[in-house]
């Protein structure tokens, strides 16, 4: 059984000082890939960094609707050029995000917009982050119309939303969110949601999943999220591994090569 953990940020200083163990743990679990995403310039360079050391992790590299005050021509160049590496997968990560409030909304969507044109013109995959905007992450998605190569990362919303997602294209990240009790809308929609069109995530360090909750989470986490989408789904975890270790092999192409040093 494999399992492949599509949203971490083990590049953090959260995780320095066990780091190395961390990323054992999550071998143990089950985690043959995990995704390491860099959310600003700095962290490009510390996820790509950890992708030299370790051929187990790949990179996405964008810029965080939180960060997005950062954005510039030049920087989207930037982006441009990491997707350049061979550790690089992805844009991301993008978005809106509406309950911190670090750039003003038409930043945001500058940026967010910038950076799918971006996906969507070099053909790789992008990653969306959504918090209190769903209207507007939509409005910016949906003005670009299908087929869409991206995946809105963290779900937390319903069936209604998830149909619209699906109408695009996209693919849908689930993640902690989906162990708590009170989810009970993204548990039903966890239950719709077409299996070729998921992948698993931890977010780490954040977002940790019961029994974890509260706690600082990590990439072997990623065994409880498809543990409770099973029970879920009624399926069997190896079915729940099997199917997103496709979807995300065929979202991240590239995500379970082999790095030579």
């Known amino acids: 059984m494999r399992l492949i953990d599509t949203h971490c940020h083990i590049d953090l200083d959260a995780f320095d000082e066990d780091r190395e163990d961390v990323i054992q743990r999550a071998l143990d679990a089950g985690v043959s890939n995990m995704l390491v995403i860099g959310f600003e310039p700095v962290r490009w360079k510390a996820a790509e960094s950890l992708a030299e050391q370790c051929s187990i992790i790949k990179v996405a590299a964008g810029l965080h609707p ?138 780490s360090p954040f977002m940790a999943p019961v029994p974890h909750r509260g706690k600082r989470n990590e990439p072997s986490y990623v065994r409880n999220v498809a543990d409770r989408l099973a029970e879920l789904r009624q399926e069997s975890l190896e079915v729940i591994a099997r199917g997103t270790t496709e979807n995300a092999q065929q979202l991240f192409p590239g995500i379970d090569s082999e790095r030579k040093l």
């Open 66 to 203: 939180n960060s997005a005050s950062q954005y510039s021509p030049e920087l989207l160049e930037s982006i441009a050029e990491q997707l350049q590496r061979p550790e690089v997968l992805a844009i991301g990560e993008t978005g809106i995000d509406l309950y911190w409030d670090d750039a003003p909304l038409d930043v945001q969507q500058e940026a967010f917009r910038s950076q799918v044109a971006l996906a969507r013109d070099l053909g790789v995959p992008f990653i969306v982050h959504q918090r209190d905007a769903e209207t507007e992450v939509l409005e910016v998605l949906e003005s670009f119309g299908p087929p869409l190569n991206g995946v809105l990362h963290c779900f937390t919303g319903d069936w209604q939303y998830a149909q619209r997602i699906l109408a695009l294209g996209m693919h849908i990240g689930l993640g902690g969110a989906v162990t708590f009790k009170s989810r009970t809308d993204l548990h039903d929609a966890a239950t719709r949601i077409p299996l070729d069109r998921m992948v698993l995530e931890t977010d």
